[in-house]
């Protein structure tokens, strides 16, 4: 019985040895990825509608055409005496002038204004998270929008979160690439370098802890 024991605690120890080794091999022989630049984009960016944006119409002197609208999921808006405008992927600026040619049919040079109300953003403008956050869920982007921004809009990360292996996936110049972010640093150890700004369209990996 003692030998049967014995064989038993060794073949225990030789599969957690050859688990650890997995474990270890598995982390080690991950490409490391580059990090995330720390310095945000140098020039400003106008302001994009998108589909589920609140617009505020206004024709000067013409409340009557005035009124508040919502994108739809296709992009467009309809509004008195014009349809199915497109509006998504526009400035609101650009949009007022849309209109201001589609109403100049059955007005004398109308003034528009547009307002956005509401803000939700074009699709490829969206900040999205996903794995181990506490919420995941896609988000406006917002000017000088940070790290720190987007991990407070979703709650934070869960306890299974490996925050240090977490990456943002970003497209730029129609190339894919990733970068790697220090999560863990930044919300365990309050560490403001690991607060890196983020871009239009980019996405968060949260991966999940190997233990």
């Known amino acids: 019985m003692k030998a049967?024991?014995?064989?038993?605690l060794k073949l225990l120890n030789l599969v957690a040895g050859g688990l650890a080794i997995l474990l270890v091999s598995a982390c080690t022989s991950a490409p490391q990825l580059p990090e995330a630049p720390a310095a945000a984009p140098s020039s400003?960016?106008?302001?994009?509608?998108g589909p589920g944006d609140t617009v505020n119409v206004t024709v000067w002197r013409n409340p009557e055409v005035s009124m508040s609208v919502t994108v739809?999921?296709?992009?467009?808006?309809?509004?008195?005496?014009?349809?199915?405008?497109?509006?998504?992927?526009?400035?609101?600026t650009g949009l007022a002038r849309d209109i201001e040619k589609a109403l100049s049919k059955f007005i004398q040079q109308p003034v528009v204004t547009v307002?956005?109300?509401?803000?939700?953003g074009p699709y490829s403008e969206q900040i999205r998270v996903i794995g181990q956050a506490a919420k995941p869920q896609a988000l406006p982007y917002r000017q000088g929008m940070s790290l720190m921004d987007v991990l407070i809009a979703v709650g934070g990360v869960t306890e299974f979160a490996a925050g240090n292996r977490a990456n943002i996936i970003r497209t730029a110049d129609g190339k894919q690439r990733q970068l790697a972010v220090r999560l863990s640093d930044l919300i365990r150890d309050g560490d403001i370098s690991a607060?890196?700004?983020?871009?239009?369209?980019d996405i968060l990996v949260i991966p999940e802890s190997y233990f």
């Open 72 to 92: 739809r999921p296709d992009g467009k808006i309809t509004t008195p005496l014009v349809e199915d405008l497109t509006a998504s992927g526009k400035t609101p």
């Open 115 to 120: 307002i956005v109300t509401g803000f939700v």
């Open 4 to 8: 049967l024991f014995q064989d038993l």
């Open 44 to 49: 400003p960016r106008e302001y994009l509608i």
């Open 195 to 201: 607060n890196v700004p983020m871009q239009p369209g």
